[in-house]
């Protein structure tokens, strides 16, 4: 019972190119969330959107943007990928509050740039 | 702003030993704190979480602890299994609906 889907499991980009990361949750959810997972440095808050073409910055934006046009889907956007934005991708949703029943995640897209 | 700090990064116990990892938060504010558990290869999955006005929540062999005044909260594992393996990772939620991870902790739990 997959509840939030991400298009890709991998993906290998060339340094430059603009990348779409998409996010997709069937359980209604308000809220939803892009964060990337680093070795030793957990998982990080890239986006996040609140309501449909809400959106707003996270702790590490810089290099990406993100579009909520429907309510269900969420994407993630590396405008010109970098070397640096190899990691573990992950997009996560909850209800309007969080605190009820925590966030559900993806599991995750893998992007290396090369 | 808000900030996480877990400990340890890595820990190994025997089948059968506790298992604690502890975490501290920076956001007074702070009024929920879950732990996610991930396992090799998968999604960050909620395992337990505690709001600011308990001090203390079980189920099974995991518990959590939260103080407000030091502002730290732990996991506890009792009974550690091998299927218990895997990255933990704490959280809190500060404004709005935001949740903050800790660095995560590799529990190994050896035969």
């Known amino acids: 019972d997959v509840k939030v889907t991400q298009s890709s499991r991998y993906l290998v980009k060339r340094t430059g190119e603009k990348v779409f990361l998409e996010c997709v949750q069937d359980?209604?959810?308000?809220?939803m969330f892009w964060y990337r997972q680093d070795p030793g440095l957990g998982l990080r808050l890239i986006y996040f959107?609140?309501?449909?073409?809400?959106?707003e910055k996270g702790d590490i934006p810089e290099g990406y943007s993100v579009s909520r046009e429907k309510k269900e889907r969420f994407s993630l956007i590396l405008e010109s990928a970098s070397t640096n934005q190899t990691s573990m991708y992950l997009c996560?949703?909850?209800?309007?509050?969080?605190?009820?029943?925590?966030?559900?995640f993806g599991s995750g897209t893998r992007l290396t740039v090369v | 702003g808000e900030n996480v700090e877990q400990h340890p990064s890595t820990l190994s116990v025997q089948e059968g030993d506790s298992a604690v990892i502890k975490c501290t938060y920076s956001?007074?504010?702070?009024?929920?704190f879950p732990w996610y558990k991930q396992e090799l290869g998968k999604r960050p999955q909620l395992i337990i979480d505690?709001?600011?006005?308990?001090g203390e929540k079980k189920d099974q062999r995991i518990a959590v602890t939260l103080n407000k005044t030091a502002k730290h909260f732990s996991l506890h594992i009792t009974e550690t299994q091998p299927e218990d393996s895997a990255v933990y990772f704490c959280?809190?939620?500060?404004?709005?609906?935001?949740?903050?991870f800790g660095t995560g902790t590799q529990l190994k739990v050896e035969l």
């Open positions: 996560a949703s909850s209800g309007q509050d969080a605190g009820v029943y925590g966030y559900t």
């Open positions: 956001d007074s504010a702070s009024n929920y």
């Open positions: 959107s609140y309501d449909v073409k809400m959106k």
């Open positions: 959280a809190q939620r500060g404004g709005g609906n935001k949740l903050t």
């Open positions: 505690i709001r600011s006005n308990v």
């Open positions: 359980m209604d959810h308000e809220n």
